[in-house]
């Protein structure tokens, strides 16, 4: 088939087939990871972030393109998980801010979009790295936009875009040393390219057959509900959960200086004393949610900025028994108005367990290959009520999630504090003390712990290599010491000990947490602490079961 | 003889020497334990340590024993009072933080209700410091040195009434268990939980509790931490004498402190006494409290 523009329509239809080449290929994208550690989820990540954006839009018959793409991104938005399905969800953000307002779009214009993809993508990343889908689609974009022009079919766009990624893709490893030392090619990369093939097998007639798997939505799931959870004598509690989307109208308000901050000082006012909010604007639409014992005033009120697109009021007293998983469940049974709440990612029973001593007031589970989604900070952020809520991601690739959710949640002042690693969050909740009430002080304590510890690591090596001079073969143990390898031998206490003994300034640390996962038996952990009495006297120490998959210990030193 | 008795207890951490050269008398607690075999073993907190050494007690604190603190019995300052009274001496008595023990209001009771009428001619001043250890100590060799210059006995009293919030403590404990055992240290649950190598500071607040104001990463980050503290409020150190009570620390521990004070604050002196068994008791081996004079004590622990 051949297109000579593109509508909302035919975009879904591309996009879906993109994903569904993504879903075919995913797992050989999580294989390429830097480490030899069996935790690359870039393929899972970016699969997920783009299958919740499509499923947004599965229902939705719209052919205006620009409509459409509005919410294809803001489904990616909620759904980004891991690094690089953040940036994949800020690409389609920026092209589909480029394809607002339109109908359709040929090549000219669609490129166009695409560059905005660009400029988007690399604004939404602190310090953007090049050899990584950032390049990918940069070149890719560049390529594509110099070489079409009004003549050009939406198939000829896409087929220099695949080009000029493919070959971008190779270069990765030129791009960035650590790529080129552990000789793989970028995942992020990797996975963009695979969207972009399945856009391309469309438009070459080959449409995928193919089921994807569906993110629990609630909005659009529709479980039954036990209405006799609220009865006739019961009073209302809890409020009502007020969703809807606004179209802002000029008539009413001048929609592009129009500030997002108006409606959340109306929804948090006397009147309607929301709580819980999350309000979004995207040009001239409004998505707000909020809990209040009044929606009819909600409704009132937001008349004054627009009209209704739709609206869902749902009894909350009904809602809790629907749609909260359990740990939600037990979150809000014990809301409680706090000053100051932490919110952190982990995995492992042990871990966790330890965490909510900490005070941790909800755990977002992050398990290995499963990274948290924009959209899983946002549910935990609105099951606390606090004033200010602190998160520790605890992984490079989950923090940009965090702080993508951060900015979308309006309901509380939320800080990600920059904690890589489990170790880190460990040593920055012994540390927790909120008596100063003084937020400064407190975060400046946290990130003073994770400066001071040393972060340990010990799995398995999933691939033979060789990685920072040092020769690894397959299943032998390897040390991980704050994200460089230091250590690969065939057992696991040898490891424990080349990894100990690698730390800079191993003479002027105090203390050393020992945290076993799963794969450590009760005897690796004895071997190991009689390890750590008897080569390493000056430390003292301590052992938790952490109970985490994949890493046999984890090491805090301080 | 000295026309004015000056009387602490307990928790002062007086030396035998000390207390001669001073000529201070104390008021006993009680301390009580469990030994191996089970029997309760019940005998003044003396400062002399005759029944039980200053060190086999830590050790047997760091073994894991809980050793029972009770305050001064009226039966003790009967004995103590009279035997000053009865010598026609005048009583300044300077007493454990009101905070940690109830022996204040006891012999405030008593000089109420039995000495004053007894003997209506002496006169009798209680100073409760809201201090204790070497606070409390330092303020009973002061008031000796006020009392040979000559003041009165109302105006030593009323003298450190007003500035007993300006003797400080700035102390940390080696280990957790005891201090968890004993409960006696304010501080949110939080606060300690299950933590390897997290060490308190505890100051006494302005209420005259041990409050764990803060905590610190290992042993010497803590050490470290309380020398950066006392240097924040320390007021004219070239004119007194830092004290350091502490209760059978690691030599190199007291090294790095009193190296790291020497560097950094120009004491007159600097003195270490080994800590008393009542504060000691719910502090534990490895304890180790720095008591000097300073900016005024305005904290209150939650």
């Known amino acids: 088939?051949?297109?000579?523009?593109?509508?909302?329509?035919?975009?879904?239809?591309?996009?879906?087939?993109?994903?569904?080449?993504?879903?075919?290929?995913?797992?050989?994208?999580?294989?390429?990871?830097?480490?030899?550690?069996?935790?690359?989820?870039?393929?899972?990540?970016?699969?997920?972030?783009?299958?919740?954006?499509?499923?947004?839009?599965?229902?939705?018959?719209?052919?205006?393109?620009?409509?459409?793409?509005?919410?294809?991104?803001?489904?990616?938005?909620?759904?980004?998980?891991?690094?690089?399905?953040?940036?994949?969800?800020?690409?389609?953000?920026?092209?589909?801010?480029?394809?607002?307002?339109?109908?359709?779009?040929?090549?000219?214009?669609?490129?166009?979009?695409?560059?905005?993809?660009?400029?988007?993508?690399?604004?939404a990343v602190v310090t953007p790295v090049e050899g990584t889908i950032l390049t990918v689609f940069r070149e890719a974009t560049e390529y594509a936009c110099k070489h079409i022009n009004e003549e050009s079919t939406i198939n000829e766009f896409y087929e220099l875009h695949l080009k000029q990624a493919l070959k971008t893709l190779k270069n990765t490893k030129e791009l960035l040393p650590v790529l080129k030392e552990a000789d793989v090619i970028d995942s992020g990369g990797a996975g963009y390219v695979y969207i972009v093939k399945g856009i391309v097998r469309y438009l070459d007639g080959d449409e995928i057959e193919l089921e994807l798997s569906k993110e629990e939505d609630s909005s659009n799931s529709a479980a039954?509900?036990?209405?006799?959870?609220?009865?006739?004598?019961?009073?209302?509690?809890?409020?009502?959960?007020?969703?809807?989307?606004?179209r802002l109208q000029s008539s009413k308000v001048d929609i592009d200086s129009f500030d997002i901050q108006t409606i959340i000082d109306v929804l948090n006012g006397d009147d309607i004393k929301g709580d819980s909010i999350v309000a979004l604007k995207d040009d001239s639409i409004v998505k707000?949610?909020?809990?209040?014992?009044?929606?009819?005033?909600?409704?009132?009120?937001?008349?004054?900025?627009?009209?209704?697109?739709?609206?869902?009021?749902?009894?909350?007293?009904?809602?809790?028994?629907?749609?909260?998983?359990?740990d939600e469940r037990e979150a809000k049974k014990q809301k409680v108005h706090k000053k100051y709440a932490v919110v952190a990612v982990a995995q492992g029973k042990g871990i966790k367990e330890q965490f909510k001593e900490f005070g941790v007031d909800?755990?977002?589970?992050?398990?290995?290959?499963?990274?948290?989604?924009?959209?899983?900070?946002?549910?935990?952020?609105?099951?606390?009520?606090?004033?200010?809520?602190?998160?520790?991601?605890?992984?490079?690739?989950?923090?940009?999630?965090?702080?993508?959710?951060?900015?979308?949640y309006k309901g509380a002042h939320i800080e990600v504090i920059y904690s890589t690693s489990i170790p880190q969050c460990y040593s920055a909740l012994t540390m927790l003390d909120f008596s100063s009430d003084d937020l400064t002080l407190i975060l400046g304590n946290f990130n003073e712990a994770i400066r001071n510890v040393v972060s340990g690591e010990i799995t398995i090596a999933t691939r033979d290599t060789e990685l920072n001079g040092i020769k690894i073969h397959k299943n032998d143990f390897i040390g991980i010491v704050d994200g460089k390898l230091v250590a690969s031998t065939k057992d696991k206490i040898d490891c424990l000990e080349k990894l100990i003994s690698s730390v800079k300034d191993l003479e002027d640390k105090q203390v050393l947490t020992l945290i076993n996962g799963e794969d450590a038996t009760e005897k690796d952990r004895e071997k190991a602490l009689e390890l750590i009495a008897s080569k390493f006297p000056h430390l003292e120490y301590g052992a938790i079961d952490g109970e985490q998959s994949v890493y046999h210990f984890f090491v805090a030193i301080e | 003889m000295n026309k004015i008795a000056i009387i602490g207890d307990s928790t002062c951490d007086l030396t035998p020497e000390l207390r001669k050269e001073y000529d201070i008398d104390y008021c006993r607690m009680i301390i009580s334990w469990r030994d191996k075999e089970g029997k309760e073993v019940e005998t003044f907190a003396s400062l002399d340590w005759e029944v039980i050494s200053h060190k086999d007690y830590f050790d047997m604190l760091a073994s894991g024993v809980r050793v029972i603190t009770a305050q001064v019995t009226e039966q003790e300052?009967?004995?103590?009072?009279?035997?000053?009274?009865?010598?026609?001496?005048?009583?300044?008595?300077?007493?454990?933080?009101?905070?940690?023990?109830?022996?204040?209001?006891?012999?405030?009771?008593?000089?109420?209700?039995?000495?004053?009428?007894?003997?209506?001619?002496?006169?009798?001043?209680?100073?409760?410091?809201?201090?204790?250890?070497?606070?409390?100590?330092?303020?009973?060799?002061?008031?000796?040195?006020?009392?040979?210059?000559?003041?009165?006995?109302?105006?030593?009293?009323?003298?450190?009434?007003?500035?007993?919030?300006?003797?400080?403590?700035?102390?940390?404990?080696?280990?957790?268990?005891?201090?968890?055992?004993?409960?006696?240290?304010?501080?949110?649950?939080?606060?300690?939980?299950?933590?390897?190598?997290?060490?308190?500071?505890?100051?006494?607040?302005?209420?005259?509790?041990?409050?764990?104001?803060?905590?610190?990463?290992?042993?010497?980050?803590?050490?470290?931490?309380?020398v950066q503290m006392v240097k924040e409020s320390v007021v004219k150190p070239e004119e007194q004498t830092l004290w350091i009570s502490e209760a059978e620390c690691k030599p190199e521990d007291l090294d790095l402190l009193i190296g790291k004070i020497k560097e950094e604050i120009p004491f007159k002196e600097i003195r270490v006494v080994p800590m008393g068994p009542i504060i000691g008791g719910t502090t534990g081996k490895g304890t180790v409290g720095i008591y000097f004079v300073g900016k005024k004590v305005e904290v209150i622990g939650n």
């Open chain 1, 1 to 123: 088939m051949v297109l000579k523009t593109l509508n909302g329509e035919s975009f879904k239809a591309l996009v879906s087939n993109g994903a569904k080449n993504l879903r075919l290929n995913y797992e050989e994208v999580d294989n390429l990871n830097v480490f030899p550690v069996p935790d690359g989820d870039t393929g899972t990540n970016m699969c997920r972030t783009i299958e919740n954006g499509v499923n947004t839009i599965a229902k939705l018959d719209e052919k205006r393109i620009g409509v459409l793409g509005k919410e294809l991104s803001s489904g990616m938005l909620l759904g980004a998980r891991g690094n690089s399905g953040v940036i994949l969800s800020q690409i389609f953000r920026g092209i589909c801010k480029g394809l607002s307002g339109k109908s359709e779009v040929n090549a000219v214009e669609l490129g166009e979009a695409y560059k905005l993809g660009v400029k988007q993508a690399y604004g």
């Open chain 1, 224 to 246: 039954p509900i036990d209405f006799s959870a609220f009865g006739p004598d019961d009073v209302i509690q809890f409020g009502y959960c007020t969703e809807f989307i606004l």
């Open chain 1, 288 to 326: 707000v949610h909020v809990h209040t014992k009044d929606p009819g005033k909600v409704l009132d009120h937001m008349r004054d900025y627009g009209e209704f697109l739709t609206i869902k009021v749902e009894n909350m007293a009904l809602q809790h028994n629907e749609q909260m998983d359990e």
């Open chain 1, 362 to 408: 909800y755990i977002v589970d992050g398990a290995q290959t499963m990274n948290p989604s924009t959209e899983d900070f946002i549910r935990a952020f609105k099951s606390l009520d606090a004033d200010n809520i602190i998160v520790f991601p605890n992984n490079k690739n989950i923090i940009m999630a965090a702080k993508q959710a951060a900015k979308l």
């Open chain 2, 77 to 226: 300052y009967d004995l103590v009072f009279k035997r000053h009274l009865d010598a026609g001496q005048d009583i300044l008595y300077i007493s454990c933080s009101s905070a940690l023990s109830a022996s204040v209001k006891l012999a405030e009771r008593l000089v109420k209700e039995k000495y004053s009428k007894e003997y209506p001619d002496r006169k009798i001043a209680i100073v409760d410091p809201l201090n204790s250890c070497m606070a409390q100590g330092s303020m009973l060799l002061k008031a000796r040195e006020m009392a040979n210059a000559g003041t009165k006995l109302e105006d030593i009293a009323s003298y450190f009434m007003e500035h007993r919030l300006e003797y400080n403590q700035v102390a940390t404990v080696e280990n957790l268990d005891t201090l968890k055992r004993a409960g006696r240290v304010k501080a949110s649950k939080a606060f300690f939980g299950n933590l390897f190598g997290v060490k308190p500071i505890l100051i006494s607040d302005a209420i005259g509790n041990n409050y764990a104001i803060e905590k610190q990463k290992g042993r010497r980050n803590a050490l470290l931490r309380c």
